[in-house]
């Protein structure tokens, strides 16, 4: 059976260490971060967007994680809610099986307006209420993701919004953030820091002027309970952006949160921390390598096979860095 995203945090917390949450889509996404999971005996977020939900539909999605869990039966599993945009969506998927949700109600259910303060205290207490009912857990976020370099907070879509926002809108406020927990009731809050979706996070090796660890140390210090989550922390890491364009991948060179700012923010109560692009190069960039190198092969499995090994990789070594390994 799968368990519950606060179980799996007040866990972290007794013992100091942080979760990465995989975004996935598809099969051998699954295998990729089951088969690190078992090899460094570790608990597992697996956790599914809207676009993952629509992509393998919600039946094929449950059965692949009901599929990880009888295949590991020693290892615990969580299937997330990654970014609800309005309560019908978390409620669908409570419906479907997952054991946790998030609400993120930073944003209008459009996706492009921030919303008001008082908008995603509502909609997220909504959900709190039906989801705990439930048994369900629910991840909040407060605060406007974005980069501190060119004053853009985000769209859903990872796109930037018209005009600049101040060092101040794209952070999260602590004493805000206090409030937010105690009328909403969540099990964990994202919050915003300088990170961003995708791969062009920052222009350069970040320093506290863009990725603000600062900020999740003045939350600690107001909400010392609860587990925090960084979001956009895909490390986006050099071999895998080399791998991607070696083999004919178009991307601008491009920093991503380092390994080494993620194990800052553990002692400072991040016990969530959110990793989509990294899988996503590491498969395309294998991909793009079996290609130009066997373009005799066309059985999916030559490819599929190295590119869900280099996942793996990536998994275990978030796993070993955030200190999830041996926790299961
Ligand atoms: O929040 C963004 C995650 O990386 C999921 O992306 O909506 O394209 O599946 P997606
Ligand atoms: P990345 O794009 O950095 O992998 O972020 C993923 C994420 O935050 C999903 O919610
Ligand atoms: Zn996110």
Avoid at 229 to 257: A, C, I, N, R
Wanted: a negative charge; aromatic letters at 6%.
């Amino acid at each position: 059976a799968l368990i519950t995203m606060r179980q799996l945090l007040d866990h972290a917390a007794e013992n100091d260490y942080a979760l990465p949450a995989f975004n996935v889509n598809n099969l051998e996404y699954i295998q990729a971060v089951m088969r690190a999971a078992d090899a460094t005996d570790s608990p597992v977020i697996l956790q599914a967007s809207r676009g993952a939900r629509s992509y393998a539909g919600d039946a094929f999605l449950r059965h692949l994680i009901l599929g990880a869990a009888e295949e590991y039966p020693h290892i615990p599993v969580c299937l997330h809610l990654d970014h609800g945009d309005q309560p019908s969506t978390c409620i669908s998927a409570i419906t479907n099986g997952f054991t946790s949700v998030m609400m993120d109600g930073s944003l209008l259910a459009d996706g492009k307006s921030i919303a008001s303060y008082e908008y995603n205290v509502d909609v997220t207490a909504e959900v709190v209420k039906i989801a705990h009912a439930a048994g369900v857990s629910v991840e909040g976020e407060l605060g406007c993701l974005g980069n501190l370099e060119t004053g853009a907070g985000e769209k859903e879509d990872g796109h930037g919004f018209e005009g600049k926002l101040t060092r101040e809108e794209l952070l999260t406020d602590p004493d805000q953030a206090l409030d937010f927990v105690s009328k909403t009731g969540v099990d964990a809050l994202a919050v915003a820091i300088g990170t961003s979706h995708g791969a062009y996070k920052f222009t350069r090796a970040p320093d506290g002027d863009i990725l603000s660890i600062e900020t999740i140390a003045k939350i600690h210090a107001k909400l010392p309970n609860t587990h925090l989550v960084m979001h956009g922390s895909s490390s986006v890491p050099q071999d895998l952006q080399d791998l991607f364009t070696e083999y004919g991948g178009e991307m601008k060179q491009t920093w991503g949160v380092p390994v080494a700012e993620i194990q800052k923010a553990i002692p400072l109560g991040v016990r969530k921390v959110n990793i989509d692009t990294d899988l996503r190069l590491a498969m395309t960039g294998t991909i793009r390598k079996n290609f130009k190198e066997k373009p005799e092969n066309f059985d999916p499995r030559t490819y599929l096979k190295p590119a869900t090994a280099r996942m793996q990789e990536v998994c275990r070594e978030r796993f070993e860095a955030f200190r999830t390994a041996g926790k299961a």
